[in-house]
């Protein structure tokens, strides 16, 4: 059967042929976006992309998407296309309900720090292009199962697994190479941007300074990807054997079984020591509690000082264990750690044992204060508290300050609380008060407002567009009040 059809008028096959030409250019648009990664140059290019078809944007709209990936692809795409037409702004209100939702989502984050770019074009901290993260390049974080190139929050993609694989095939396979390229290219492409404390804070050194370094130059100018030696940091967090069960980080108590202990030691004969006797520095442990973890007691009892002498420490703790008996029966300890890192949460009883489950405040408070003498003592370098800012506990971020000074801490680190997987993402966006949009969000930044936050010794990490933000609004107001 033969189909007659009319005529088409000039004007009604141009419209047809801008059509097809749109869906190729979204179709091209998802397939460079179906690795899931930050793709900065694709994003740029969106304003040409609807500036050559103004039908773009209607065509994304009525796309029909059932698979939730590549809806909230298209989502993303119909908000850079709001952004091209001149309004940033109006495509970060629509975009930014996804923040609390994917988090972890380095795609979903790199759209949004592009777009807050857009709407902040003089603000250094969204200029990436000729600046260098040099953690890829000196730092291998272990995980159980998994390993990174710096945390697993701020850079998700593994380079493979210790476990199974020799540790040269991890430090410098295909994986850690792009890892590194995208570093020196400005792209950031693996990274989570809004979560970054080095990005959030633009900590960087320029590709000019990194040149007239001998250290850097020859990696620098050749964008060189191979490291011809180990990682000079070790962050060491595959045990997750605590004496908590805070809710942030897991829903119950953990102990490594038997054999999974004897799999550790294992890794940690056959790798981990290896790796050590060339690293500076190793930090045990962001996944539990080092003298909660057989594991990672029998470690740190064989680093001694005469087999590992240029190695240091950085201790990361809930502190409920560090007791000066604890401290007395390990030696390899004393003088030779960098930093203490004691998570807190609080500044009170009630809200540290909220949010440290199964912590009796009063053994903190006389830990915290046992820490603080190490420190009087010379026994240790550097004493940190750590501050994880949710919803129960950001009106105590000044108090923690406060506390911090009480028990002699050299510093206190505020950052954004990170979804584990221990939320659903509506729970998760119930506590992330840092997200525009939370019911507390304006209470939560007029507490960053609080002059003890602007002490020498907070460091504010992911935190620090806040705690800046508020120093703006401060000289502000006293600008008028004169």
Same mark, same amino acid.
């Given at each position: 059967?033969?189909?007659?059809?009319?005529?088409?008028?000039?004007?009604?096959?141009?419209?047809?042929?801008?059509?097809?030409?749109?869906?190729?250019?979204?179709?091209?648009?998802?397939?460079?976006?179906?690795?899931? !990664?930050?793709?900065?140059? /694709?994003?740029? %290019?969106?304003? $040409?992309?609807? *500036?050559?078809? @103004?039908?773009?944007?209607? +065509? =994304?709209?009525?796309?029909?998407?059932?698979?939730?990936?590549?809806? !909230?692809?298209?989502?993303? /795409?119909?908000? %850079?296309?709001? $952004?091209?037409? *001149?309004?940033? @702004?109006?495509?970060?209100? +629509? =975009?930014?309900?996804?923040?609390?939702?994917?988090?972890?989502?380095?795609?979903?984050?790199?759209? /949004?720090?592009? %777009?807050?770019?857009?709407?902040?074009?003089?603000?250094?901290?969204?200029?990436?292009?000729?600046?260098?993260?040099?953690?890829?390049?000196?730092?291998?974080?272990?995980?159980?199962?998994?390993?990174?190139?710096?945390?697993?929050?701020?850079?998700?993609?593994?380079?493979?697994?210790?476990?199974?694989?020799?540790?040269?095939?991890?430090?410098?396979?295909?994986?850690?190479?792009?890892?590194?390229?995208?570093?020196?290219?400005?792209?950031?492409?693996?990274?989570?941007?809004?979560?970054?404390?080095?990005?959030?804070?633009?900590?960087?050194?320029?590709?000019?300074?990194?040149?007239?370094?001998?250290?850097?130059?020859?990696?620098?100018?050749?964008?060189?990807?191979?490291?011809?030696?180990?990682?000079?940091?070790?962050?060491?967090?595959?045990?997750?054997?605590?004496?908590?069960?805070?809710?942030?980080?897991?829903?119950?108590?953990?102990?490594?079984?038997?054999?999974?202990?004897?799999?550790?030691?294992?890794?940690?004969?056959?790798?981990?020591?290896?790796?050590?006797?060339?690293?500076?520095?190793?930090?045990?442990?962001?996944?539990?509690?080092?003298?909660?973890?057989?594991?990672?007691?029998?470690?740190?009892?064989?680093?001694?000082?005469?087999?590992?002498?240029?190695?240091?420490?950085?201790?990361?703790?809930?502190?409920?264990?560090?007791?000066?008996?604890?401290?007395?029966?390990?030696?390899?300890?004393?003088?030779?750690?960098?930093?203490?890192?004691?998570?807190?949460?609080?500044?009170?009883?009630?809200?540290?044992?909220?949010?440290?489950?199964?912590?009796?405040?009063?053994?903190?408070?006389?830990?915290?204060?046992?820490?603080?003498?190490?420190?009087?003592?010379?026994?240790?370098?550097?004493?940190?508290?750590?501050?994880?800012?949710?919803?129960?506990?950001?009106?105590?971020?000044?108090?923690?300050?406060?506390?911090?000074?009480?028990?002699?801490?050299?510093?206190?680190?505020?950052?954004?609380?990170?979804?584990?997987?221990?939320?659903?993402?509506?729970?998760?966006?119930?506590?992330?008060?840092?997200?525009?949009?939370?019911?507390?969000?304006?209470?939560?930044?007029?507490?960053?407002?609080?002059?003890?936050?602007?002490?020498?010794?907070?460091?504010?990490?992911?935190?620090?567009?806040?705690?800046?933000?508020?120093?703006?609004?401060?000289?502000?107001?006293?600008?008028?009040?004169?």
């Amino acid at each position: 059967m033969t189909i007659h059809q009319e005529p088409m008028e000039p004007a009604e096959a141009g419209c047809i042929d801008a059509s097809t030409a749109a869906y190729q250019a979204i179709d091209m648009m998802l397939s460079i976006m179906s690795d899931g !990664l930050d793709h900065p140059e /694709l994003w740029s %290019l969106v304003p $040409a992309i609807v *500036g050559e078809n @103004r039908v773009v944007p209607q +065509a =994304l709209q009525q796309r029909s998407v059932t698979e939730k990936s590549v809806r !909230l692809r298209v989502q993303m /795409l119909l908000g %850079l296309s709001i $952004a091209a037409g *001149g309004s940033p @702004r109006d495509a970060l209100d +629509a =975009l930014m309900p996804l923040s609390a939702g994917e988090s972890q989502n380095v795609q979903v984050q790199g759209v /949004l720090f592009y %777009l807050e770019g857009l709407a902040d074009p003089t603000n250094p901290k969204y200029q990436l292009t000729g600046k260098v993260c040099l953690r890829p390049f000196i730092e291998l974080d272990v995980l159980e199962g998994t390993t990174h190139l710096c945390c697993a929050s701020w850079l998700p993609t593994s380079t493979g697994n210790l476990a199974h694989t020799p540790w040269r095939d991890i430090w410098n396979g295909d994986a850690a190479q792009a890892i590194r390229s995208s570093m020196l290219d400005g792209s950031y492409r693996y990274c989570n941007k809004r979560t970054c404390p080095t990005i959030q804070s633009s900590q960087f050194l320029s590709v000019e300074e990194l040149e007239a370094d001998p250290k850097w130059s020859d990696i620098v100018t050749s964008s060189e990807t191979i490291m011809p030696r180990g990682p000079e940091v070790l962050n060491l967090s595959y045990d997750r054997t605590c004496n908590l069960s805070c809710p942030s980080c897991r829903s119950s108590t953990y102990a490594a079984d038997e054999q999974t202990r004897i799999n550790f030691d294992v890794m940690q004969q056959n790798e981990i020591l290896p790796l050590l006797k060339n690293a500076k520095t190793v930090y045990v442990t962001g996944s539990g509690d080092p003298f909660a973890s057989k594991n990672f007691r029998r470690l740190m009892e064989q680093l001694d000082a005469k087999e590992y002498p240029d190695l240091r420490f950085i201790i990361m703790t809930n502190g409920m264990l560090l007791t000066p008996r604890q401290w007395a029966a390990f030696p390899s300890l004393h003088k030779r750690v960098e930093s203490l890192r004691i998570s807190l949460d609080a500044a009170t009883g009630p809200t540290h044992e909220s949010l440290r489950r199964g912590a009796r405040w009063p053994v903190m408070e006389q830990n915290l204060k046992f820490a603080g003498q190490l420190l009087n003592d010379g026994l240790i370098e550097d004493f940190m508290i750590t501050f994880t800012v949710q919803s129960e506990n950001y009106r105590e971020m000044g108090d923690a300050v406060d506390l911090a000074h009480q028990v002699g801490a050299s510093h206190v680190y505020f950052g954004r609380m990170t979804n584990w997987g221990t939320f659903t993402a509506e729970q998760y966006k119930q506590k992330a008060v840092f997200v525009p949009g939370h019911p507390e969000h304006e209470d939560f930044v007029a507490a960053c407002c609080d002059p003890r936050l602007k002490d020498s010794i907070v460091c504010p990490s992911d935190l620090d567009e806040f705690f800046k933000s508020s120093a703006t609004h401060d000289t502000d107001t006293n600008a008028l009040a004169a």
